[in-house]
């Protein structure tokens, strides 16, 4: 489901569309439930999703399941094996990388990967987001355990 932050007055979870490196802190949520306003920070947003940037292609995507899983690049078809530190291993090479938005995409990779394991990583994903709007965007990657049992 993505991200979440719990409501600060009835405690039921705000979803939220956004990737948390596309999110600005504080951020002023609305809680569905109660009606009532609150400002949320950086760790206060649960993220469900677990972010990649693809070896191959180097392009983004997230995996919302549990880690280390046998997944396929939605961009390239590659099979990566994503494990549980947060770096992606090429296990077969997929469709030949498009050179577009390369640069772009690499950098807000790491930065997304970086997220998974300090404020100063998530911080700087924020900023790289925020800066790259579209681009940022992710792709959830596709289920690939049974092709590689
Ligand atoms: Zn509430
Ligand atoms: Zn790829």
């Known amino acids: ?11 039921s979870n705000m979803y939220i569309q956004t990737g948390k490196a596309q999110m600005t802190f504080p951020l002023p949520l609305i809680c569905g439930n109660c009606n009532r306003q609150n400002n949320y920070y950086q760790y206060e947003i649960v993220d469900e999703r677990h972010d990649f940037s693809c070896p191959f292609c180097k392009k983004n995507f997230f995996i ?18 994503a494990d549980i530190d947060g770096s992606a291993s090429v296990l077969t090479e997929g469709q030949h990388p498009n050179r577009e938005g390369d640069t772009a995409g690499g950098l807000l990779g790491g930065a997304a990967v970086g997220s998974l394991f300090g404020p100063a990583g998530a911080i700087l994903g924020a900023l790289l987001g ?10 959830e990657a596709e289920d690939d355990d049974a092709g590689a049992a």
């Not at 489901?1 to 405690?11: L, P, S, V």
């Not at 919302?64 to 094996?81: A, D, G, T």
Request: with cysteine.
């Open 1 to 11: 489901m993505g991200c979440y932050a719990r409501c600060k007055f009835c405690n």
């Open 130 to 139: 925020a800066a790259l709007g579209h681009q940022g965007l992710a792709h």
């Open 64 to 81: 919302k399941k549990q880690l280390p899983r046998m997944v396929k690049c939605p961009h390239c078809k590659s099979q990566i094996y």
